[in-house]
């Protein structure tokens, strides 16, 4: 099938969340992996609840909160300065390799970021991996909404202008893939992991094992 929209989760789709180690690493050598991985974890947890609840918060203000519990967690004091730091490097992320060669290798392709990132973050984060051209970017903090929701695919199909059917959506994390299917659009889970699909009712189109594999 001919697809005129490919759409892209940002964190851990594109860019490598846990690429923060580095910096991590500097000020807490031994606790690098644990503060990353309660960090990603605490990030999507805590917006979930947020959407849960009703109760939004921006993604910038809900990654700083998930930041001081994982350091808590892990017994670290959360100075001022660390979490500056630390926070900071969400616009340093590392994009995976084979990001920078899609434009290349799919120049008639139309390729848009859809996140729950502020554009604060997102922005940012493009410049700084001179990747500002290759994306159009849409963020659900412009309604105030996180994904899964329906209203957050609803935003991103508006702002396309393209029927359902015509979008692939790609993303490493089931929830947002499971929230792209039910809402109608066809799917790719990215799996660098090889992990095992899980038991959530539904199947994405496609599973693939990086963005070499782009479905046409």
């Not at 490493?172 to 889970?189: E, L």
């Amino acid at each position: 099938m001919s697809y005129k929209a490919y759409v892209f989760d940002a964190y851990g789709t594109l860019f490598d969340v846990h690429s923060v180690k580095d910096k991590i690493h500097e000020i807490f050598p031994d606790k690098s992996e644990v503060i990353s991985q309660e960090w990603r974890s605490r990030q999507i947890h805590y917006f979930l609840v947020r959407q849960l609840i009703q109760g939004y918060e921006p993604f910038d203000k809900i990654t700083r909160w998930a930041l001081l519990d994982a350091l808590a967690y892990s017994g670290e004091e959360a100075e001022k300065e660390t979490v500056t730091t630390l926070m900071k490097q969400y616009e340093k992320l590392t994009p995976y390799k084979e990001v920078s060669t899609l434009a290349k290798k799919h120049a008639e392709k139309k390729f848009t970021i859809f996140s729950n990132g502020t554009r604060d973050m997102l922005e940012p984060l493009l410049r700084y991996n001179q990747l500002t051209q290759m994306f159009g970017l849409l963020s659900a903090n412009d309604q105030q909404i996180f994904k899964p929701h329906p209203k957050a695919y609803q935003y991103a199909q508006d702002e396309l202008g393209e029927k359902k059917d015509e979008i692939l959506f790609f993303s490493s994390n089931p929830w947002d893939i499971a929230g792209a299917a039910q809402f109608g659009f066809h799917t790719a889970w990215v799996n660098r992991s090889q992990m095992k699909w899980p038991e959530l009712g539904s199947q994405p189109d496609y599973i693939i094992q990086n963005l070499n594999e782009l479905p046409d």
